[in-house]
């Protein structure tokens, strides 16, 4: 595997493979950035509650990866006013001593529109190690990695459990920080249950790379997360917990929530 | 410019006109893009596909559509006008055209399911149409506030067997449409087909589209050139929301240099107008938007307008200068539609009436010249609407007499 020139691993990666290689497995929340006014505390709660990383999203008008319960909650963070410096204010204000990376996960048109240069320097300046744009694919990626690995940012590649052999290898040669397993068809949002895509991804994944490999999309419950970090190096829980912060879930419930599926991750 | 794309001819590899178009879409739609490509690619080369598509043009959606000398209105403005007559396709718009071609193309690649987004609801019953056709399953997305405007045509597409879903997020409208109908076909990609109604989206939609729409200006040429003595119209001139008719009335003109194409945008959703670039729904084209990226919604009398993007080619065509863009508003449109219907006993489309404006309103730089103009729709949908605007009096004072 080929990397291209001047991508490092960053404070991300190394932060995640160190979790990993002893033995722990990977645990990142999501949380929509200005979700709440205090939703910087929510960050704190998750990080002291066993995160190992933590996504933060910039809210998108017209969220398409994203179901119901992200596309709730990005309204409420527009609708209060939120804006991407406003989140990355937020950030410079309330998270440099957080001791977990974070990792901003918006829509192409949010740094396109601020000018790729911008928006990566802007990240790095508020403190952010990676970041993750779901309708970039490895074709325009163009359009936002020159100025991302530049500014030393990691940009973490989506897998779906329909990208075939090869795509499945040029993703994980090019993606840094993690290789984010999609596992399921679909967008965000809970699921009932854990289907076979997930674990067939996570193993084919596994297989080729030594990146640390975390599932994402529809992981719910503790109990979920641990029968998908069963094949995996972890689990990205998104719109479970954003749900409890939109019914009014305070940091300290965050931080609950967090440590269910903390618990429920050691205990495999 | 980028010298690499002529107009009306294909993208580039990456799927770009100039600097527009591409493909930014999730990974798991890269390998139905990829299989979409390869699969219309193929039935276009292939004789069989052409000849069913050009069979079902003629015998089921009545093609060719006529050319119409529009003698009175010609001699009230100065301009000679000439319609193409979309309006008299089966289901009543230039819709129709895509949706066939699709709808073969879809079960050529053995997907038994298809999904459309819809604005004002003609695509979506076009849509509909076909999939009852061919014997498909067919859900159509639908912005809950458009649904509300359009409720005949949310009938129309459940007698035809489709099921219209809601889409009940943002703004509520076609923009919103378009997101639901991705995140369905995110999920359902392995079984189902995604008919795009417009110009828009990833690769390779906007070409693809605009090849299955090329028929209304080929047919156009030569039936003008029957009419003009073998001359060609000074100027064409289309509606533009997500850019279809206006694309495929452009693409019969193209190498005609002596012919100007004309775009007309609603001026609450005139996203070349407003000349930001912007990614949206797949591609890079120009986009109404915020300061930060948020895309604005656009607003205009009619629904199939309201549309905040636009085709990454009609960018492309702006950029290089070989089509003008002009913004019209509602007033001008509904003095338009009340002009062509007392005129010519034609009652356009709201769509349609954004092109038709735009020649009243240039009549004087039109003067003594030869225009044709995209009749993309008819107005039965629209006369309830414009009948509350109107009043009993139907309109007596309005437009140009
Ligand atoms: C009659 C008619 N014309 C035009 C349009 C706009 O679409 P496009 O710009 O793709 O031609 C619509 C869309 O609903 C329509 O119904």
Redesign the pocket.
């Known amino acids: 595997m080929t990397e291209p020139a001047g991508i490092g691993h960053g404070r991300l990666e190394a932060h995640l493979r160190a979790a990993r290689d002893a033995g722990r497995k990977l645990l990142v929340p999501y949380i929509t950035g200005g979700i709440t006014t205090g939703w910087v505390d929510l960050l704190h709660a998750a990080a002291l509650a066993g995160a190992d990383a933590i996504e933060v999203g910039i809210p998108f008008s017209d969220p398409v990866m994203d179901g119901p319960t992200i596309q709730a909650a990005s309204l409420q963070a527009l609708e209060r006013g939120t804006t991407p410096a406003s989140i990355l204010s937020d950030l410079r204000a309330g998270a440099a001593e957080l001791d977990v990376p974070l990792v901003v996960m918006t829509y192409v048109n949010v740094p396109f529109r601020m000018g790729a240069r911008r928006f990566a320097a802007e990240l790095v300046e508020a403190g952010v190690s990676g970041v993750i744009l779901p309708d970039v694919p490895l074709e325009e990626l163009d359009e936002w990695s020159p100025a991302g690995d530049a500014a030393g940012l990691e940009t973490v590649m989506l897998a779906s459990p329909i990208s075939p052999d090869d795509r499945l290898a040029a993703l994980c040669a090019r993606s840094r920080g993690f290789v984010y397993g999609v596992g399921l068809l679909g967008v965000t949002g809970e699921r009932s249950a854990v289907g076979e895509r997930t674990a067939l991804l996570a193993k084919r994944l596994k297989a080729i790379t030594d990146l640390p490999v975390v599932m994402g999309f529809g992981v719910s419950t503790p109990e979920q997360a641990a029968q998908i970090a069963a094949d995996a190096d972890g689990v990205v829980v998104g719109s479970a917990l954003v749900r409890e912060v939109l019914d009014g879930a305070d940091p300290e419930a965050v931080g609950h929530f967090v440590a269910d599926l903390r618990a429920g991750l050691d205990a495999n | 410019m980028d010298g690499d794309v002529t107009p009306f001819a294909e993208p580039d590899d990456s799927g770009r006109f100039g600097r527009f178009g591409g493909r930014f879409v999730p990974e798991t739609l890269i390998p139905a893009l990829a299989e979409l490509e390869a699969a219309f690619r193929d039935a276009w080369a292939d004789k069989a596909f052409r000849d069913e598509l050009d069979g079902l043009l003629r015998d089921y959606a009545g093609r060719p559509s006529p050319v119409t000398e529009c003698e009175r209105l010609s001699e009230l403005i100065g301009v000679r006008v000439l319609l193409k007559r979309e309006d008299l396709n089966h289901t009543g ?3 129709i055209n895509n949706v066939l071609g699709q709808a073969l193309l879809a079960r050529r690649m053995g997907k038994q399911r298809v999904i459309a987004e819809t ?2 609801g ?2 979506g019953v076009a849509t509909a149409t076909a999939a009852a056709l061919l014997g498909q399953e067919c859900v159509v997305y639908m912005g809950d506030v458009d649904m509300e405007r359009q409720a005949l045509n949310v009938f129309r597409m459940r007698l035809l067997g489709a099921e219209v879903r809601p889409a009940s997020t943002g703004s509520r409208t076609l923009k919103d449409a378009v997101n639901e109908a991705m995140r369905d076909w995110v999920a359902s990609v392995e079984t189902t087909h995604y008919c795009l ?3 828009m989206g990833p690769h390779p939609y906007p070409w693809m589209v605009r090849e299955l729409h090329r028929v209304i200006g080929d047919e156009a040429r030569e039936q003008c050139r029957a009419i003009l003595g073998g001359a060609d119209p000074d100027v064409v001139v289309a ?8 694309a495929g009335i452009f693409s019969g003109f193209g190498s005609i240099a002596g012919t100007e194409l004309w775009g007309a945008e609603p001026a609450g959703g005139a996203a070349v107008g407003h000349g930001v670039p912007g990614i949206v729904h797949g591609m890079k084209s120009f986009l109404l938007q915020d300061e930060w990226g948020q895309v604005t919604e656009a607003e205009s009398i009619s629904a ?2 309201d549309y905040p993007g636009v085709g990454p080619e009609h960018a492309f065509l702006a950029d290089i200068g070989r089509a003008r863009y002009e913004a019209v508003g509602d007033d001008e449109v509904l003095d338009a539609f009340a002009t062509l219907s007392r005129t010519e006993g034609i009652i356009p ?1 709201l ?2 009436a954004h092109a038709l404006a735009l020649v009243l309103r240039s009549r004087e730089e039109l003067a003594g010249k030869t225009v044709l103009v995209n009749l ?2 008819r107005g039965d949908k629209d006369v309830q609407q414009v009948s509350d605007l109107f009043g009993p009096d139907a309109g007596r004072d309005r437009g140009l007499r």
Request: overall charge neutral.
């Open positions: 718009s230039h819709k604005g004002a003609q695509h109604g417009s110009v509606c533009v929301g997500g850019g279809s008719n206006a199939g307008l489309a769509e349609s993309s729709g």
